[in-house]
């Protein structure tokens, strides 16, 4: 069934930008993002302290989302995303806002990816995609198209069908999340498809994805792997 923590809106269109913003979370828990980055570190050792884009502010009017982003220090990021996961939602507006590429394949199959071993997500499965970081930046604008095709690019070695640069968006919103997802269908089966990744995972010295997991209905998927933004887009999608 749908997860009923996110709502689903339809989209045509996102406009995001660059905003400076004073987080007072960050400043207030200071001590408490030091030491959960500690515990971080000590079980992924390759995990390093960037620059990452959160959002501020959102708002959707006529399909169409436009939001605020800010530059924040990835172990803050994963401090407050850790506080939501454990039930302790930290109060304001500052919302994990990332865009992933859905794909669909010619057969029906949605793919997703298993995240590697080394990776803060070990073992969860999901739409390729990452959280935006200042290569998406362009001027004052952030590209969240861009980041979706960047990331899924990288991560799997496809890049979308020509002629799907228009497709619809979907927002799932819940859980301090912002989830912007644009399915695209791909004209091979799934099983070219995941050839076609695996042949790509092959080839990197330190693959992100352990693997391709394919779902094709309501019952294929995993409650206990698949975080609820991608649950509750499925259950939407899939019979």
Not at 59 to 75: I, K, P, Q, W
Request: with cysteine.
């Amino acid at each position: 069934m749908p997860d009923e923590t996110f709502r689903l809106t339809p989209l045509t269109a996102i406009e995001a930008r660059l905003v400076p913003y004073d987080w007072p979370w960050a400043r207030a828990a200071s001590a408490a993002i030091e030491a959960n980055w500690a515990r971080r570190r000590a079980r992924h050792p390759g995990m390093f302290d960037g620059t990452v884009l959160l959002a501020c502010a959102c708002a959707v009017a006529d399909g169409t989302a436009r939001l605020d982003l800010f530059a924040a220090r990835y172990s803050a990021f994963i401090a407050f995303r850790d506080a939501w996961g454990a039930g302790a939602a930290p109060g304001g507006a500052v919302r994990n806002a990332f865009a992933a590429i859905v794909p669909w394949s010619a057969d029906g199959a949605v793919l997703l990816g298993e995240m590697g071993a080394h990776t803060a997500n070990a073992g969860q499965l999901y739409f390729p995609c990452g959280t935006p970081d200042p290569d998406d930046v362009r001027g004052a604008a952030v590209d969240l198209a861009g980041s979706a095709a960047r990331e899924f690019l990288e991560e799997t070695g496809l890049a979308a069908p020509e002629g799907t640069d228009g497709d619809a968006w979907v927002l799932l919103e819940g859980e301090g999340q912002l989830a912007f997802l644009r399915p695209v269908r791909f004209p091979e089966p799934a099983a070219a498809l995941c050839a076609r990744i695996e042949d790509h995972r092959r080839r990197e010295a330190e693959p992100e994805l352990a693997g391709i997991r394919l779902v094709r209905r309501r019952a294929d998927i995993d409650p206990q792997r698949v975080p609820g933004f991608a649950r509750a887009y499925l259950a939407h999608a899939l019979p």
